[in-house]
């Protein structure tokens, strides 16, 4: 899984921005879109994800 | 209606003042986003800034009324009115004496409208009311002439998770808390800002139109208006709770993250609120038949802006890929200069929002063709290339005679 499979077009990088700030990452912000996740940051981003998609 | 509300009126500088403390018009949407950007990380403690920011302004409204007299009731009806005439809802403090009690709130534009400005289904993880918690608390302070940090509270329930009614439990503190003291006005330029510029658009009668129409609350202490629920809200408090965000992010490696929600708040606002102005029956009505160009669409809503409390707005430069917007008293500068001094970057967040998000109606989305502005809409036209992006080149806050805004299209 990809930083752009997970966030994709700009909208995901807006959730991506909430994100990096939620888990307190900004070199989230510094990867390619294209870069491989592993497992655990692609798990620590993905329940992230989750988190800010609520109110 | 009657409600009896502090003195009330045009100031200065492009100001609204309730009291001694200056309005500015946000709608659910800004207010939506913007607390979401505040809430993200638990660490930050921003839900006790929220809430005392909110203290802070609500004390300061009522002790600066000098109609409020001496009698506590009498206070409190007043900070009734206030809430409902703002566009907060109805706040009932029947129930509390000096000592605290519960606070009820049956409609809050906070546990209400923000879950209208929610992407459809979206669940709360917590209470969006801190604004009336700390409200009450700085309200029940003032009328009692106590500290404005004396009461402490705590939010029973929500309307945004329970859909009940709001319920706030205020109670005395052993020793007051630090609540920061209110800037009113901050500090202001000397300088006079130039006439608008040249367009078909007849901006003073576009402001006298404007200030014509009734913006109070309604029965329900809403402001539904142009497609959003509006607050004519405390500029200090949206100011305090910004930089506060963007002061404790420092050191983070976060700040740009932090500053870019920030602006893409005040995109969202747009979107929403200009948006909503510019689809109107009284765009309609007022300044659609002034509208000659493309551009007047521009000049248009920034003669409207102009209404809005943000400060004064002048288009500097204007073509179909670029707009420069000079604001001599910014509230967001006015405001960081009051409470913190000289700033050492732009921090006119909302308003590069604004202007971007303004360019992006007019000439990336084509509002003349009035489109339905729903999430849909909005991710269509994010997602497009060809979109504009803002950029602050000048900043009053940083000592400069103006803030000046650049969005460019992004080709």
Known sequence: MTLEDLFPGRMGRVVLTRVAIRVRRPDVLKMAPTAHLDDKLAALLTDAKTQVQKG | ?411
């Not at chain 2, 009330?8 to 003042?17: A, F, I, K, Q, W």
Request: glycine residues 10%; negative net charge; hydrophobic residues 40%.
């Open chain 2, 1 to 411: 209606m009657s409600r009896q509300l502090p003195p009330m009126g045009p100031s200065d500088h492009g100001r609204v003042l309730l009291a001694k403390e200056p309005l500015v018009f946000h709608c659910n949407y800004y207010n939506y986003y913007l607390q979401k950007t505040l809430l993200l990380d638990d660490e930050l403690g921003m839900e006790d800034v929220i809430t005392d920011a909110a203290c802070e302004v609500g004390y300061a409204v009522l002790r600066g009324a000098t109609n409020a007299g001496a009698d506590p009731q009498a206070r409190l009806q007043m900070a009734q009115d206030i809430f409902a005439q703002l566009g907060f809802g109805t706040i009932d403090f029947s129930a509390v004496d000096d000592n605290g009690g519960t606070v009820k709130v049956p409609v809050s534009h906070y546990g209400r409208c923000m879950t209208m400005a929610a992407p459809d289904g979206t669940e709360f993880e917590r209470p969006q009311n801190y604004f009336d918690a700390g409200f009450a608390a700085g309200a029940l302070a003032a009328a009692y002439e106590k500290d404005p940090g004396a009461y402490a509270a705590s939010i029973q329930v929500c309307q945004s998770k329970a859909g009940a009614p709001g319920e706030i439990q205020l109670s005395l503190r052993d020793a007051p808390k630090d609540i920061a003291t209110a800037c009113g006005q901050g500090h202001h330029t000397d300088d006079v800002p130039p006439p608008p510029a040249a367009s078909n658009i007849d901006e003073p009668a576009v402001l006298e139109a404007l200030a014509g129409l009734d913006l109070g609350g309604n029965e329900e202490g809403l402001i539904p208006r142009f497609g959003v629920m509006l607050t004519f809200h405390f500029a200090n408090f949206y100011n305090r709770i910004s930089f506060e965000l963007h002061r404790r992010m420092g050191g983070s490696g976060l700040e740009e993250a932090a500053e870019m929600l920030l602006v893409n708040a005040g995109y969202k606002c747009a979107f929403h609120t200009f948006g909503g102005i510019m689809t109107s029956g009284e765009w309609d009505a007022v300044v659609k038949p002034q509208i000659q160009s493309k551009e007047d669409w521009v000049h248009g809503m920034v003669a409207c802006v102009n209404a809005l409390g943000w400060g004064v707005w002048r288009v500097h430069e204007l073509t179909e890929d670029k707009l420069v917007v000079r604001i001599w008293d910014d509230y967001e500068s006015t405001g960081y200069t009051g409470m913190y001094g000289k700033a050492n970057t732009g921090i006119s967040f909302l308003a590069q929002g604004g202007v971007a998000g303004l360019m992006n109606l007019v000439y990336h989305a084509d509002v003349s063709q009035k489109p339905t502005l729903d999430e849909a809409f909005y991710e269509e036209i994010f997602e497009q290339a060809g979109g504009f992006e803002p950029r602050q080149t000048k900043c009053q806050a940083m000592g400069d005679a103006y803030t000046e805004i650049v969005a460019e299209r992004v080709k």
